[in-house]
C-alpha cells in the first residue's frame, strides 16, 4: 500500500473519529450538565440536612412583599420573626410591625396545633385548630429553617436554578414543585435562596396559580441562640376578645 492510499485512510478515519467525538458531545452534554446541576443540589440538601441536626432556635428580621396581580399592587409588612424546635414540634411567632391596608400591627403565633392572630389595637385573638393539617402547615414552616434538605423531595420536585447573591452572600437558588394537587392549588411554585454556609434560607418566594406572590427576605438572623423571653406568648389584656371561627 502507497503513502497516498495510507494518507488518505487516514483521512477518512480521522473525519470518521471526529464525527463520532462531535456526536458524543451533543449526546451527552445535557447529561454532563444534569450531572453537575444534580451534584450542586446534593451538596446544598446536605448542607441543610447539616444544618438541621443543630437547629434550636432562629430570630431574624423580615419583609414581605405581598403582590397582587388583579390590582397590580404590592403591600409590604416588615417585622421580626421567631422558630423554636422541640423535638419534632416546631412553634413560630411573627410579630408583624404592620400589615396593609390598616397597617395595623399582629402578632401571630404557631404551637401545639394551633394558630393564633393577636390584633393589637382591637385587642382580639382569632384562633384556628389546624386538625389534621398540621404536617402541612409545619412543612411550610420549616422550608430553609432547620428543615432537612433531603426531605423537601418528599413532597416537591426539588430543581437547582444555579446561584445568586444576596447581599454578601452567594446563595443557592432552589425550585421547589408541589408533588401534590391540594398543594399546587394554593403554590404553584416556591423558590428558595439558600446561605450554604448555615443551610438556611435568606429569601423565598411563593407564587400562587392566580399570579399573585410572596417575596419573603430575611436578615440580621441569629441562629441556636437564646430568644428573647415571651416571644412564644400573646401579649393580651383584661379585656381581650376571641374568637375561634372553626367552633
Not at 419534632?88 to 411573627?94: E, I, L, Q, V, Y
Not at 404551637?111 to 393589637?120: A, F, L, P, S
Amino acid at each position: 500500500m502507497d503513502r497516498k492510499t495510507i494518507k488518505i485512510m487516514n483521512l477518512r478515519l480521522y473525519k470518521v473519529l471526529s464525527t463520532c467525538f462531535l456526536f458524543a458531545v451533543v449526546a451527552l452534554a445535557p447529561k454532563a450538565f444534569g450531572q453537575a446541576d444534580y451534584a450542586s443540589l446534593e451538596k446544598v440538601l446536605t448542607q441543610m440536612d447539616n444544618a438541621s441536626k443543630d437547629f434550636r432556635t432562629l430570630e431574624a428580621s423580615f419583609v414581605w412583599d405581598q403582590y397582587t396581580k388583579v390590582v397590580d399592587e404590592t403591600d409590604t409588612s416588615k417585622g421580626n420573626i421567631y422558630f423554636k424546635r422541640d423535638g419534632n414540634d416546631t412553634t413560630m411567632a411573627a410579630d408583624i410591625a404592620g400589615v396593609p391596608p390598616s397597617n395595623a400591627p399582629k402578632y401571630v403565633l404557631f404551637n401545639d396545633g394551633e394558630v393564633k392572630m393577636y390584633e393589637i389595637k382591637i385587642d382580639k385573638v382569632t384562633s384556628y385548630k389546624v386538625g389534621k393539617n398540621k404536617g402541612e402547615i409545619e412543612s411550610f414552616l420549616v422550608l430553609g429553617f432547620g428543615g432537612r434538605g433531603h426531605d423537601l423531595g418528599k413532597s416537591y420536585d426539588v430543581k437547582y436554578l444555579g446561584t445568586e447573591k444576596i447581599g454578601d452572600v452567594e446563595t443557592a437558588k432552589l425550585e421547589l414543585v408541589p408533588k401534590s394537587e391540594k398543594t399546587r392549588g394554593r403554590f404553584s411554585k416556591i423558590i428558595l435562596w439558600i446561605d450554604p454556609a448555615r443551610g438556611i434560607s435568606l429569601q423565598q418566594q411563593l407564587f400562587q396559580p392566580d399570579g399573585d406572590f410572596r417575596l419573603a427576605k430575611y436578615s440580621e438572623i441569629h441562629m441556636n441562640q437564646k430568644l428573647p423571653d415571651g416571644v412564644f406568648k400573646l401579649k393580651t389584656t383584661s379585656k381581650t376578645t376571641y374568637v375561634s371561627p372553626q367552633g
